[in-house]
Nanobody, 126 residues
Framework: VQLQASGGGLVSAGDSLTLSCAVSGNTFRMLVVGWFRQAPGKEREFVSAISRSGGIIYYGDSVKDRFTTSRDNAKNLVYLQMNSVNPEDAANYYC????????????????????WGQGTEVTVSS
C-alpha cells in the first residue's frame, strides 16, 4: 500500500482548497485514513480521520467546522476540503492509513498509523 497526497499550493486567506490522497493497492476498503499536518518548528498535528465506511469522521479542534473529509471507495481516494483557510493552516499535509477490523473505528493519534505518504505543502497568503 502506498499513499500519495496532492493538491497543495498557494491559497489566499478565506479561500478554499481541496487535497486528495490516492491509495494504491486493493485493500483500500480495509483502511482508516487520516490527515495530519506539520508546520515548520511544530509537531505533527491531527487534522481529520475517516473510517472504512466513511460514516465516522473525526476532526481536530482547529479545523472543525471548516474542513471536510470524505472518501471514494470506488476510486481509492480520500479528500480534505479546506474552507475558510487562514494563515495558521499553512503546513505540509500528510495522509496516513492503517487497517481496522471494524467499519466504525477511527484513529486520531499519529502513532496509530503505520503507512504514510509524502506531504503536500499548503501556503496561505494573508
Amino acid at each position: 500500500v502506498q499513499l500519495q497526497a496532492s493538491g497543495g499550493g498557494l491559497v489566499s486567506a478565506g479561500d478554499s482548497l481541496t487535497l486528495s490522497c490516492a491509495v494504491s493497492g486493493n485493500t483500500f476498503r480495509m483502511l482508516v485514513v487520516g490527515w495530519f499536518r506539520q508546520a515548520p518548528g511544530k509537531e505533527r498535528e491531527f487534522v481529520s480521520a475517516i473510517s472504512r465506511s466513511g460514516g465516522i469522521i473525526y476532526y481536530g479542534d482547529s479545523v472543525k467546522d471548516r474542513f471536510t473529509t470524505s472518501r471514494d471507495n470506488a476510486k481509492n481516494l480520500v479528500y480534505l476540503q479546506m474552507n475558510s483557510v487562514n494563515p495558521e493552516d499553512a503546513a505540509n499535509y500528510y495522509c496516513a492509513a492503517r487497517s481496522a477490523a471494524s467499519l466504525r473505528q477511527v484513529f486520531t493519534s499519529r502513532n496509530e498509523y503505520f503507512i504514510w505518504g509524502q506531504g503536500t505543502e499548503v501556503t496561505v497568503s494573508s
